[in-house]
């Protein structure tokens, strides 16, 4: 087991690359992946165990909650949380704290994918999608730096308890979004969006996608689309689809990633 590990979900690929930013610093860490039931859950060999969780809908996403309950962390090891958004924090950390104690956590703001309800570049403060990424690489550092120095938060994550209502709140809707989805007439069969999908609700029938309703809306089939092809309502068509620049659909697929 390498000396660090982070715990990652990712759907636009934002916290997947904050991850990868924190442990280019950390070295010598695996970041292992919760779209889908982690390959790993014992990391009592780790001296330093870390989360990177997006807000999703003042949460967190899908089973999220579920695979930390089964993470076993060393008393010992120093432990941090990171939540990405683009215009509220939510109770992901909260929700992590409560089974494994955080000594240490951030909030970064990014770019939001969320094109049913806000378009992309409506984060806080507003940015464009360079300086957002820009921002968000310079406090993925200095996250590193403060977890190697082994710096400790006083007050526990935060806990609004508006955002505790919209989490339970989303779970239910999460069906009717999905039913909503359309694949239009671009769509080349190219199967990417299949293979994203961390529930296996999207099929390839007739040389075009297929969804299904078993979804968390984490809307990476849509955002890393090649040709558009997805839409979920009518706002998302005049939306421009967002993705971080420096992730692609074959790492939010990977199991593990290891960074020396």
Not at 14 to 28: M, P, T
Not at 92 to 112: D, E, F, M, Q, T
Not at 180 to 193: D, H, L, Y
Request: charged share 20%.
């Amino acid at each position: 087991m390498s000396k660090n590990v982070i715990f990652c979900f990712s759907g636009s690929g934002n916290c997947l690359d904050i991850a990868k930013n924190i442990a280019k610093e950390l070295k010598d860490t695996d970041i292992v992946m919760m779209r889908s039931e982690p390959v790993v859950t014992d990391v009592t060999g780790a001296e330093r165990v870390g989360f990177v969780v997006p807000c999703f809908a003042g949460g967190l996403p899908g089973e999220v909650e579920e695979y930390v309950k089964k993470i076993k962390v060393s008393p010992k090891a120093y432990t941090f949380g990171v939540a990405s958004y683009s215009g509220y924090m939510g109770i992901g950390l909260s929700v992590i704290n409560k089974y494994i104690p955080l000594l240490y956590w951030a909030g970064i703001s990014h770019h939001c994918s969320c094109i049913w309800l806000l378009p992309h570049n409506l984060t806080m403060p507003p940015l464009s999608v360079e300086k957002s990424q820009e921002r968000s690489e310079k406090l993925a550092k200095k996250v590193a730096q403060d977890v190697l120095a082994k710096k400790f938060k006083k007050l526990a994550p935060p806990a609004n308890p508006l955002n505790v209502i919209e989490s339970k709140a989303w779970g239910k809707l999460c069906p009717e979004k999905a039913a909503k989805m359309r694949v239009n007439e671009q769509c080349i069969g190219c199967g990417q969006c299949a293979k994203l999908c961390p529930r296996g609700n999207i099929r390839i029938e007739n040389g075009k996608a297929s969804i299904g309703t078993d979804c968390i809306q984490c809307l990476s089939c849509l955002q890393f689309c090649p040709t558009q092809a997805i839409d979920l309502g009518g706002a998302s068509v005049k939306r421009q689809r967002y993705h971080n620049i420096k992730i692609t659909p074959d790492e939010l697929c990977e199991k593990l990633i290891h960074i020396d």
